[in-house]
């Protein structure tokens, strides 16, 4: 079983930057695809960004494209989020999930989530 703990929210500025972190239990984390969803107030969750178990590949939303980085540290079992050019439409609960197996930006396939972290993007 794995647990994900996740880190580095808070509030900050429009055009500003965070850098989530999640952390990993478990000596497998090197098998399983990553992910990056969020929730905003009222709506569903979505997926922000995935990366292979290797972290040779990514994947992003259209939304998120060009201002988010996942990145991966297997020795440290931990997965990030560098978020640039923050936007207030980026303001959301944002969980961690990891999977078996190739990477999905599909959450019912994600088997494993962490408790969320708040990012609150003001203008």
């Known amino acids: 079983q794995v647990q994900l703990v996740e880190s580095g929210g808070g509030l900050v500025q429009a055009g500003g930057s965070l850098r989530l972190s999640c952390a990993a239990s478990?000596?497998?984390?090197?098998?399983?695809?990553m992910g990056w969803f969020r929730q905003a107030p009222g709506k569903e969750r979505e997926f922000v960004a995935a990366?292979?178990?290797?972290?040779?590949?990514?994947d992003y939303a259209d939304s998120v494209k060009g201002r988010f980085t996942i990145s991966r540290d297997n020795a440290k079992n931990m997965v990030y989020l560098q978020m640039n050019s923050l936007k207030t439409e980026d303001t959301a609960v944002y969980y961690c999930?990891?999977?078996?197996?190739?990477?999905?930006?599909?959450?019912?396939?994600?088997?494993?989530w962490g408790q969320g972290t708040q990012v609150t993007v003001s203008s």
């Open positions: 999930a990891s999977r078996r197996g190739s990477s999905s930006k599909y959450l019912r396939e994600y088997y494993y």
């Open positions: 478990g000596r497998t984390f090197g098998f399983y695809a």
């Open positions: 990366i292979t178990s290797s972290g040779s590949n990514t």
